[in-house]
């Protein structure tokens, strides 16, 4: 059956949990391997080469379905399963994430790929669109004009008041935030 070529410098891993289903490249391809079986009652076989998977794009990147005879449909973003595979940091539930150092989504290659939090992730996201200011749980009131304080407890989010100088919406968020360490 016909072998997929690699890329100059790719390698491939086998999918944990999907080893002889699908493996994954640090260049950001995923493939489905080939494969063969026999169906129907007159025992014809069928081939399937390896073939590479179409990504799909929504707002969090480019994804692929993978699935297998037993399984359901899952839907993985191709950042992540490189990162998981070829990466040199550990991911810690949804408060870690994979981001794209250039800022391009399908650019899944391992060495454009690197971890942060969500919280900075939100606040750099913020800072470009204008809505924040350079502290956490600080961002500009424009109906206002005056500088507001948040800050996220236990996924929910807790208003701590309006201010006229930034540096006092930090001192609230700072103080609040204190109040939380300390239990």
């Not at 794009?57 to 379905?65: I, K, L, N, W």
């Not at 996924?155 to 109040?179: M, V």
Request: proline share 2%; with cysteine; charged share 30%.
């Amino acid at each position: 059956m016909n072998k997929i070529k690699s890329l100059p410098g790719e390698e491939w891993k086998e999918l944990p949990g999907y080893e002889d289903y699908y493996e994954v490249s640090n260049m950001g391809r995923v493939k489905s391997l080939a494969k063969s079986w026999v169906t129907g009652r007159f025992s014809h076989t069928i081939k399937k080469p390896e073939t590479i998977i179409k990504e799909g794009y929504d707002t969090r990147g480019y994804r692929v379905f993978i699935a297998k005879a037993d399984k359901i449909h899952k839907q993985y973003s191709i950042h992540d399963l490189v990162y998981d595979l070829f990466g040199n940091g550990e991911r810690n539930g949804r408060f870690i994430v994979v981001c794209h150092k250039n800022g391009i989504k399908s650019d899944n290659k391992i060495n454009n790929l690197y971890l942060d939090t969500i919280r900075n992730v939100v606040c750099i996201s913020m800072k470009k669109n204008g809505k924040s200011s350079k502290y956490s749980g600080v961002t500009w009131n424009k109906g206002r004009k005056k500088w507001q304080s948040n800050i996220r407890v236990n996924g929910k989010s807790e208003y701590l008041g309006i201010f006229k100088e930034e540096i006092d919406a930090l001192n609230a968020y700072q103080k609040r935030l204190a109040e939380i360490q300390r239990g």
